[in-house]
């Protein structure tokens, strides 16, 4: 079956550093995304990966390893707004969107 | 640009009525339109997809008799929630995707509370 697993719940300082990571199970593979969302909104778009490596873009990056069905996202200089759930998506042979459960990060001061 | 909205942003109806729901991409045209739902802490749960001009494709599990998809034109797809019912409240998300880019649009989401 499809699957995607990313932890439920992290927590990080100002500041610093988290990455979250995410791993895939699907039946075919056209990319995987991630989308950030706020309590009580819609989810907002992160990032795109197809190919293997890293893709940096200001303070979010994320990478893919297509060989391994895993994915991470890397935030830097955390800001208290980053506070959001953070949401994995695999696209399949279909074109369709698996999600993860999502991982809500919570940024204390 | 992309951008996708929603209408209406809430609304609260009584058991046994009719809600509907608007979704427009206000500045692209949309080949594919998707309708999501969410309940609280939980991920989005894909309902239907549904194609210009073409009948809606539902999930498993999802009564097509009870959420009826319109996608009438490139620009506007529609979410009729029939006989609503409290465990029906929830929070529901369109999003629209144009052919050749695979990102999807969100629109800002309708939370439906039926009391």
């Keep these: 079956g499809q699957n995607i697993d990313q932890p439920t719940e992290m927590t990080a300082t100002e500041g610093a550093i988290v990455q979250i990571n995410c791993t895939y199970q699907t039946s075919g593979f056209n990319g995987l995304f991630w989308y950030q969302q706020h309590a009580g909104e819609a989810p907002t778009f992160l990032s795109y990966n197809v190919l293997d490596g890293l893709e940096e873009k200001g303070r979010f990056s994320s990478f893919l390893s297509r060989s391994k069905g895993y994915s991470y996202l890397l935030l830097k200089e955390l800001q208290m707004k980053d506070s959001a759930s953070y949401l994995c998506a695999a696209m399949d042979s279909n074109y369709q969107l698996i999600w993860g459960a999502g991982t809500k990060l919570i940024i204390k001061p | ?115």
């Design chain 2, 1 to 115: 640009g992309a951008v996708v909205s929603q209408h209406p942003s809430w609304v609260i109806c009584k058991s046994g009525t009719s809600v509907k729901i608007e979704c427009r991409s206000l500045d692209f045209q949309a080949t594919t339109m998707f309708w999501y739902r969410q309940f609280p802490k939980q991920s989005l749960m894909l309902m239907a997809t549904s194609n210009e001009g073409s009948k809606a494709t539902y999930e498993q599990g999802v009564e097509k008799d009870k959420f009826l998809i319109n996608h009438a034109s490139l620009t506007l797809s529609t979410l009729t929630v029939t006989s609503a019912h409290p465990e029906d409240s929830s929070f529901y998300i369109c999003s629209a995707h144009t052919g050749g880019i695979y990102e999807q649009y969100f629109g800002p989401g309708t939370r439906l509370t039926v009391t």
